[in-house]
Every structure is written in C-alpha cells, then in structure tokens.
C-alpha cells in the first residue's frame, strides 16, 4: 500500500476515534460518575408510611394553596419523601438561537431539599452536551461537558446555591406534599396567588406561584442569580405550567416553560414535559 493511504488510513481511524468512540466512553464514565451523585444523594432516605394528609394540615394556608393541594389529591394521601421523573423537551441559549433536543433524568428528597438533574443535549449530529445540575447539602453545582468530555461549564459558588434552591422551589409542584414542610412559609397575596418562601441550610429564596380559577398552579416567578460575562447578577426568572396530569394518584402540572425575564421582553430558553414520575422509590433509573 502506498505511504499517502496508510497516511490517510491513519486520519480517518484517528477522526473516527476522537468523534465517536471517545465521547461513548467519556459518556459512559460521565453517566457513572452522575449516577454515583444521585445515589449518594438518595442513600439512606426514609420511605416509610407517615400519617395520611387531612384538612387540618393544610388550614393555615392561603386560601389558593389550600384549593390547590385538595386539588392535587393531596387530602388522603401519605407525604411523598423521594422523587424520581424522566424529561423530554428542548432548550436554546439565546433568543434567535436554535432549540436543541434534551432528554433528562431527575432526582430529589424532600425531607432535606436536595436534587440531581443529570441531562443530555443534542447540538448537532454527532455532538452533544452532557450536563448534571444538583443541589445537595446547601450546596448548588452546574457541570457541563462537551461530548461527555470537555469542560464547558463548573460552577460552584454561593449564587449558585441560591439559584438551584429557587429551582428546587419552583419545581416542588410536581410533589406537592412539600409545600407542607417546616422549612417553607407561605403568605397570601391575592385570591388566586401566594408566595412562598423556602429556607435550608442558611439560605432563603422566594417567590409567587399563581392559580388559576380551577385551583391549579398555573406560573412561578421570583428573583435568581444569573451568570452575566463572568459575573452574577439578580434577574427575575419563573415559567409556566402547562397542563395536568394524574401519576400515581397525584395531579401535577407536566407541561413547564422557563423563563427569564428580560428588560426586553421573555427569554423561553427550556420547554419540556415529564414523561413518567415516581414518588417513594429512592433508587435511580
């Protein structure tokens, strides 16, 4: 065989080692080393049965947090510890920008809030993004590889902790027995919508979930960190919730919209669905 084939045999075996059977590994370490997070986060939770909900639980509460969780079927039903949901949906990183496919899988406990978000985003053919978000003793963490391999993002920081709070916040209508939690207050701002404000390990976030006539939670909007060129700033960021669905006895919104709101208008930069959901197993997929 002629030296420029072997040369060129060489390039191609080298371009198809670094495009596809590099990020399958780096993937698969990546996929171990999220796992690992969420089962250290999971390990040891208490699943076991508490005492059922009743009215008297919930008496106290603003009078559209109170519709909303009966509407939930909360009224009956033991409180839920542990959660476990797989996403499908899409994300963008700017407003003109392309939306990119993402499948996700996530963790949370309730009696300690706490998650671990573990996602796969599809840029293009052959290129993807693997990211984990989690939120575990007080602490917020944001990884982000290109092709499961090369560092995009790592962050840590006390901003940080305050925004992945505020998410855990704005997603706690998905198990909504945690609106009853010691480490939550709620006050009422009008008919059809409270704010609530949740506080763990020296850290305090708010903000104001909306209802609509039904009693259903239809937006959540409050103040998060957002990082700006390398610096954090306050900016106000929520969504919306779309659609309800009734999974193991629980009617939750499985529909969002997250939302961060610009000086120019909204910046819909994620929309997804929860295509399954489970409560009180706390093992990993």
Known sequence: MQKWKLISLAVVIIILLVVIVLPRIAKVF???????????????????????????????????????????????????????????????????????????EQYFTVDEPGFVWIAEVRMAPLVHLSGIDTFKSGKGSMKIKLFSLIPVVNANAAELDSGTLMRYLAEMPWFPSAALGSNITWEEVDQQSAKATISYKGISVSGIFTFNENGDIESFKGKRYREMNGKYQLNDWGGRYKGIKEFDGWRIPFKSTVIWYEEDGEFNWFEFSISEIEYNNPAIY
Request: net charge positive; aromatic share 4%.
């Open 30 to 104: 990546f996929i171990k080393q999220a796992e690992a997070s969420a089962n250290s986060l999971l390990k040891d939770r208490d699943v076991q049965s508490s005492t059922p909900i009743d009215k008297n639980d919930i008496k106290d509460l603003p009078s559209p947090v109170q519709k909303w969780l009966i509407n939930s079927n909360a009224i009956g039903r033991e409180r839920i510890n542990t959660v476990r949901l797989k996403q499908d949906g899409q994300m963008r990183t700017k407003k003109d920008g392309p939306w990119m496919p993402v499948k996700a």
